[in-house]
């Protein structure tokens, strides 16, 4: 497609529950990141991918989130027994560029997770 | 702790005037400056950036300015549109490390008529 496609874009959780989050990027990037924004916050950085491998995923707040990307394309990020405090929106974005530096980023229009 | 402030969390601007959008960070080793721009249920969009050995960027009737001694960056737009109306993240990255951006907290941006 045209632009990084996120799925779904609203998602309430019942605390407790698990969820995935999906990542559509542009074809043929080769770098994608996962944001998450709080309310009234910036983003902050989760994780990192250069095709299928996880580069760096020091921004994971737990063990209970995880993200894959198997085949270098479509990326999901996995939320386990989720919590109120991961209540957020979840952002995508993907670049050409090796290291995803510059002006490359294309943001996807983001999921947002209510946990009730 | 907070490496990227931006102190203002909105900003009303008469339309045809100058908005003046402002962001502070504190780790030296940021080298690259970013400015995107975010609409309500959208993601943001990249606007204008500058890199370290420059202290002016100019695009249209943005420009960016770095003052690297202070660690301040800044956003001008000039004139303002209502259009322009959105929020603001600036936005820094250490190029040589890591390629993650480090946000700011956002301003929000209202062009009046």
């Known amino acids: 497609g045209a632009g990084v496609s996120q799925s779904p874009r609203y998602k309430v959780a019942k605390r407790g529950q698990d969820v995935a989050l999906r990542c559509d990027p542009i074809?043929?990037?080769?770098?994608l990141f996962w944001y998450q924004q709080a309310l009234g916050q910036g983003p902050e950085f989760l994780t990192y991918?250069?095709?299928?491998?996880?580069?760096?995923k020091s921004g994971l707040p737990s063990d209970r989130f995880f993200a894959e990307r198997p085949e270098g394309s479509v990326s999901t990020l996995k939320i386990q027994r989720t919590q109120q405090e991961d209540s957020a929106v979840y952002l995508c974005a993907s670049s050409s560029r090796d290291r995803g530096l510059f002006s490359g980023y294309t943001f996807g229009s983001g999921t947002r997770l209510t946990v009730v | 702790d907070q490496q990227v402030k931006q102190n203002s969390p909105s900003l009303s601007v008469q339309e045809g005037r100058i908005s003046i959008l402002n962001c502070d960070y504190t780790?030296?080793?940021?080298?690259?400056f970013l400015w995107y721009k975010k609409y309500p249920a959208e993601g943001p969009t990249f606007l204008i950036s500058i890199s370290s050995i420059k202290d002016k960027n100019e695009d249209g009737r943005f420009t960016v300015f770095l003052n690297k001694s202070a660690k301040h960056l800044s956003l001008h737009i000039v004139p303002s549109q209502p259009g322009d109306s959105a929020v603001y993240f600036c936005a820094t990255l250490n190029t040589g490390t890591a390629s993650k951006l480090t946000f700011g907290t956002g301003t929000r941006l209202q062009v009046t008529l």
């Open positions: 991918f250069q095709n299928e491998a996880q580069l760096d």
């Open positions: 074809s043929g990037h080769v770098s």
């Open positions: 780790n030296s080793m940021f080298d690259y």
